[in-house]
């Protein structure tokens, strides 16, 4: 197992560059095999859980072909097989996002229950919904996600919760359908513009993806695409609070700043700069930052995914912070993690009481999932001495090189086996 040591207290200086987004690509991904052509996928985010949903899409029958780490081709004119049961795709969430492409192209889908990250109950009855609202019979039975029609008509169809992955998953199964369907209370994620906009690119007619109210008019066909995938809005947000977070000076690059406001503001809120351009953005930082609320909720709100690293920053700020989560009912795991590092937080149910400490000292800690593993590294990275992070197989789900990307910004962190000791001892000797 590889774990990450951080020797901290290092403020990170320089430019990094955002790859793409995960929760973009895993919902453009599955798409693709909503036509028979060829469709070509650019900068792709060179991360574990899209080798994974490729694999899956192989296995059906599509050709898959890596140009490069970011760029891929993939033709589903040969697909025979509707059901997936690698045990694989359990492993991640965006696997469901098969069963509304294939459910949308072939009337039939089936894929093992998606898993993903531990951080609550995590229902998709809202996919089912709609799948059902659309003519299908869709159940979970025997561990799989399975939906079937004879033909699927447009419906409406109001969520109940906003869900993204519902949202994506209606879009899908919906733009090859007779007829419009609408999708009330929609997720409005950027991820959510940017399918929509894939699946426009190869001939779907969505429109008002970003609102609440999305109208699908199914077409007959989809076509050809040649497509580049957004900068990923977490990835950014995680440099720029780890940037505030070292009191550092980080210029993040490829980004969209219009996606970063509600991190951005926070960060303004509590003493750090940040300045806007183009397709970046500086984030600097010099005294103490301040206290502050913060809620997480979908877009445009505060994102759930920067909750864990929002409150490893606020864990040194001047006095006391809260931070309420309320999209998942156990994403606090990582709190106990960081208690070991002298942070001082206290979760009643979905609120985090977090009062500001002098500094965090270095530990070994442990990853519960993607953004906990993150928030860990944040944490190493404002720490006293050393931390240790095990279990980064999380943190590789879903940040592409993230040990590279830090190093370049003056970070002493490296990547070792967790039965290495000779490395770790070197490493430890060097930057001392
Ligand atoms: N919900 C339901 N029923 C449903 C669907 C969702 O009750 O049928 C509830 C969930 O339990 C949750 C809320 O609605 O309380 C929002 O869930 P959503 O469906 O929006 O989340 P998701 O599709 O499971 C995606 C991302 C997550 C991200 C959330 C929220 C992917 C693959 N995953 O999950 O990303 O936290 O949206 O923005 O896109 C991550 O990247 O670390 C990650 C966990």
């Given at each position: 197992?590889?774990?990450?040591?951080?020797?901290?207290?290092?403020?990170?200086?320089?430019?990094?560059?955002?790859?793409?987004?995960?929760?973009s690509a895993l919902g453009i991904l599955a798409a693709t095999v909503l036509t028979d052509e060829q469709v070509c996928i650019?900068?792709?985010?060179?991360?574990?859980?899209?080798?994974?949903l490729l694999?899956a899409i192989e296995?059906i029958g599509a050709s898959v072909?890596?140009?490069?780490?970011?760029?891929v081709l993939i033709c589903g004119a040969n697909i025979k097989q509707t059901?997936i049961?690698?045990?694989?795709?359990?492993?991640?969430?965006g696997s469901y996002y098969l069963v509304g492409s294939l459910l949308g192209r072939f009337k039939s889908a089936g894929v093992?229950?998606?898993?993903?990250?531990?951080?609550?109950?995590?229902?998709?009855?809202?996919h089912?919904?709609g799948f059902?609202?659309l003519?299908a019979?869709?159940?979970?039975?025997?561990?799989?996600?399975?939906a079937?029609a004879?033909e699927l008509?447009g419906?409406?169809?109001?969520?109940?919760?906003?869900?993204?992955?519902?949202t994506i998953n209606l879009m899908l199964a919906s733009c090859l359908a007779k007829?419009?369907t609408?999708l009330?209370?929609?997720?409005?994620?950027?991820?959510v513009?940017d399918v929509a906009n894939f699946l426009n690119s190869m001939g779907a007619n969505i429109?008002?993806a970003?609102?609440?109210?999305i109208?699908i008019t199914g077409v007959e066909k989809l076509h050809k695409s040649t497509y580049?995938i957004?900068?990923?809005?977490?990835?950014?947000?995680?440099?720029?609070?780890?940037?505030?977070?070292?009191?550092?000076?980080?210029?993040?690059?490829?980004?969209?700043?219009?996606?970063?406001?509600?991190?951005?503001?926070?960060?303004?809120?509590?003493?750090?700069?940040?300045?806007?351009?183009?397709?970046?953005?500086?984030?600097?930082?010099?005294?103490?930052?301040?206290?502050?609320?913060?809620?997480?909720?979908?877009?445009?709100?505060?994102?759930?995914?920067?909750?864990?690293?929002?409150?490893?920053?606020?864990?040194?700020?001047?006095?006391?912070?809260?931070?309420?989560?309320?999209?998942?009912?156990?994403?606090?795991?990582?709190?106990?993690?960081?208690?070991?590092?002298?942070?001082?937080?206290?979760?009643?149910?979905?609120?985090?009481?977090?009062?500001?400490?002098?500094?965090?000292?270095?530990?070994?800690?442990?990853?519960?999932?993607?953004?906990?593993?993150?928030?860990?590294?944040?944490?190493?990275?404002?720490?006293?001495?050393?931390?240790?992070?095990?279990?980064?197989?999380?943190?590789?789900?879903?940040?592409?090189?993230?040990?590279?990307?830090?190093?370049?910004?003056?970070?002493?962190?490296?990547?070792?086996?967790?039965?290495?000791?000779?490395?770790?001892?070197?490493?430890?000797?060097?930057?001392?």
């Amino acid at each position: 197992m590889d774990q990450y040591v951080i020797k901290g207290g290092i403020p990170l200086q320089g430019e990094v560059t955002v790859s793409g987004a995960k929760n973009s690509a895993l919902g453009i991904l599955a798409a693709t095999v909503l036509t028979d052509e060829q469709v070509c996928i650019k900068n792709l985010p060179d991360i574990s859980d899209i080798d994974i949903l490729l694999n899956a899409i192989e296995e059906i029958g599509a050709s898959v072909t890596r140009k490069d780490r970011n760029t891929v081709l993939i033709c589903g004119a040969n697909i025979k097989q509707t059901t997936i049961e690698s045990e694989n795709v359990r492993k991640i969430r965006g696997s469901y996002y098969l069963v509304g492409s294939l459910l949308g192209r072939f009337k039939s889908a089936g894929v093992l229950m998606p898993g993903g990250c531990n951080i609550g109950s995590r229902p998709i009855d809202q996919h089912l919904k709609g799948f059902r609202a659309l003519g299908a019979d869709a159940e979970i039975t025997h561990g799989m996600v399975k939906a079937d029609a004879k033909e699927l008509v447009g419906a409406h169809i109001y969520f109940d919760c906003t869900s993204v992955g519902a949202t994506i998953n209606l879009m899908l199964a919906s733009c090859l359908a007779k007829g419009q369907t609408i999708l009330e209370n929609s997720a409005k994620e950027p991820h959510v513009v940017d399918v929509a906009n894939f699946l426009n690119s190869m001939g779907a007619n969505i429109k008002g993806a970003g609102t609440d109210i999305i109208r699908i008019t199914g077409v007959e066909k989809l076509h050809k695409s040649t497509y580049s995938i957004i900068p990923d809005q977490i990835e950014a947000g995680t440099f720029m609070l780890a940037a505030a977070a070292t009191k550092g000076d980080v210029v993040v690059k490829n980004v969209i700043p219009k996606h970063l406001e509600a991190i951005t503001a926070k960060l303004v809120e509590i003493g750090a700069s940040v300045v806007e351009m183009d397709d970046a953005v500086r984030v600097t930082a010099t005294d103490r930052l301040k206290s502050t609320s913060v809620r997480t909720y979908p877009y445009p709100g505060f994102p759930t995914d920067l909750q864990a690293p929002m409150t490893t920053l606020l864990s040194v700020s001047s006095e006391t912070s809260t931070l309420t989560e309320s999209i998942f009912d156990g994403r606090f795991k990582y709190v106990d993690e960081l208690a070991k590092m002298s942070a001082k937080i206290k979760v009643e149910n979905n609120v985090a009481v977090i009062t500001g400490v002098d500094r965090l000292t270095g530990s070994k800690v442990v990853a519960s999932d993607l953004r906990a593993g993150a928030a860990l590294v944040i944490a190493g990275l404002m720490a006293e001495g050393f931390t240790t992070v095990e279990q980064i197989e999380y943190v590789e789900r879903g940040y592409e090189n993230l040990e590279g990307k830090l190093r370049k910004l003056g970070a002493e962190i490296i990547k070792t086996d967790s039965k290495d000791e000779k490395t770790v001892k070197k490493f430890k000797l060097k930057v001392g």
